[in-house]
């Protein structure tokens, strides 16, 4: 195979959890560029819809389906709907998340349940039951946001999220750990942790921003196009030996802390 080939996905079907905004939406259309069909999943259907109809009239096979990715019937209706129309389930990118800023004395009970539900719990269970699905197609591709964030601590006056790093650290945890066991279904398993990109989730990060952009080598915040590559490469045949791996995409922020 060539290289074009390699990176090819026509014909593939793509689930992207949260894929209707921020980086959920940068890598949607990355992976419809390279020619997969696309299902945009959240619970706001209205988001998911309009992202969904921006890459048809593009040219491109997208559907938008409501989910709760706490709910595992909502799982598997997204499933059954994603198996009807394209036949295929072939990528899985677990993208959906929440965070929840509080000191960590005073964190709520209820927030911590929130925050790793979502981000820990959905992704589990998203992965099992699209896995199932790849393992009966003869393999696939599974791929976990993590964060920068989740692999060192922040100083409260910067970051307050003990949750959210503590369920970014552990979804480093969980993708080796799937992929190690789902490496016998030709299932690869593979993990990106963005740096700092402009969403909401950062939002609360404005008043620090020359303060995080001093440690940054690169010097900027990541962009609309910086996580293209990665979500293709770890989509495509040319990561096939790649497994259980922690791809950072953070310019170079965590080599310089």
Same mark, same amino acid.
């Given at each position: 195979? *060539?290289?074009?080939?390699?990176?090819?996905?026509?014909?593939?079907?793509?689930? $992207?959890?949260?894929? %209707?905004?921020?980086?959920?939406?940068?890598?949607?259309?990355?992976?419809?560029?390279?020619?997969?069909?696309?299902?945009? =999943?959240?619970?706001?259907?209205?988001? =998911?819809?309009?992202?969904?109809? #921006?890459?048809?009239?593009?040219?491109?096979?997208?559907?938008?389906?409501? =989910?709760?990715?706490?709910?595992?019937?909502? $799982?598997?209706?997204?499933?059954?709907?994603?198996?009807?129309?394209?036949?295929?389930?072939?990528?899985? $990118?677990?993208?959906?998340?929440? %965070?929840?800023?509080?000191?960590?004395?005073?964190?709520?009970?209820?927030?911590?349940? !929130?925050?790793?539900?979502? *981000?820990?719990?959905?992704?589990?269970?998203?992965?099992?039951?699209?896995? !199932?699905?790849?393992?009966?197609?003869?393999?696939?591709?599974?791929? &976990?946001?993590?964060? @920068?964030?989740?692999?060192?601590?922040?100083?409260?006056?910067? #970051?307050?999220?003990?949750?959210? *790093?503590?369920?970014?650290?552990?979804?480093?945890?969980?993708?080796?750990?799937?992929? @190690?066991?789902?490496?016998?279904?030709?299932?690869?398993?593979?993990?990106?942790?963005?740096?700092?990109?402009?969403?909401?989730?950062?939002?609360?990060?404005?008043?620090?921003?020359?303060? #995080?952009?001093?440690?940054?080598?690169?010097?900027?915040?990541? &962009?609309?196009?910086?996580? !293209?590559?990665?979500?293709?490469?770890?989509?495509?045949?040319?990561?096939?030996?790649?497994?259980?791996? #922690?791809?950072?995409?953070?310019?170079?922020?965590?080599?310089?802390?």
């Amino acid at each position: 195979m *060539n290289i074009t080939e390699i990176f090819d996905l026509t014909n593939k079907t793509a689930i $992207i959890t949260g894929g %209707s905004s921020g980086l959920g939406s940068q890598m949607a259309l990355a992976l419809a560029e390279a020619g997969a069909n696309i299902v945009i =999943c959240s619970r706001n259907i209205q988001a =998911c819809q309009e992202m969904s109809d #921006l890459l048809n009239q593009q040219g491109y096979q997208s559907i938008a389906l409501q =989910c709760d990715i706490t709910n595992q019937k909502d $799982i598997e209706n997204v499933i059954t709907q994603t198996m009807g129309k394209f036949g295929t389930i072939d990528i899985l $990118i677990n993208n959906s998340g929440t %965070s929840w800023i509080a000191p960590v004395l005073d964190l709520p009970a209820d927030k911590w349940d !929130k925050v790793m539900n979502v *981000n820990l719990k959905g992704m589990f269970f998203f992965s099992q039951a699209v896995a !199932k699905v790849m393992k009966d197609q003869g393999g696939g591709k599974i791929i &976990n946001i993590s964060s @920068v964030t989740g692999l060192y601590g922040t100083d409260p006056a910067f #970051l307050d999220s003990v949750a959210y *790093n503590t369920s970014k650290g552990a979804v480093v945890s969980l993708t080796k750990d799937l992929a @190690v066991k789902l490496a016998q279904y030709n299932i690869q398993v593979n993990a990106i942790a963005p740096g700092f990109f402009p969403t909401k989730i950062t939002k609360v990060l404005d008043k620090t921003t020359n303060i #995080l952009l001093s440690k940054i080598p690169a010097k900027r915040f990541g &962009n609309e196009n910086d996580l !293209k590559g990665a979500a293709v490469f770890l989509s495509s045949k040319a990561s096939d030996y790649i497994t259980g791996q #922690l791809l950072l995409v953070d310019g170079g922020l965590t080599t310089n802390l």
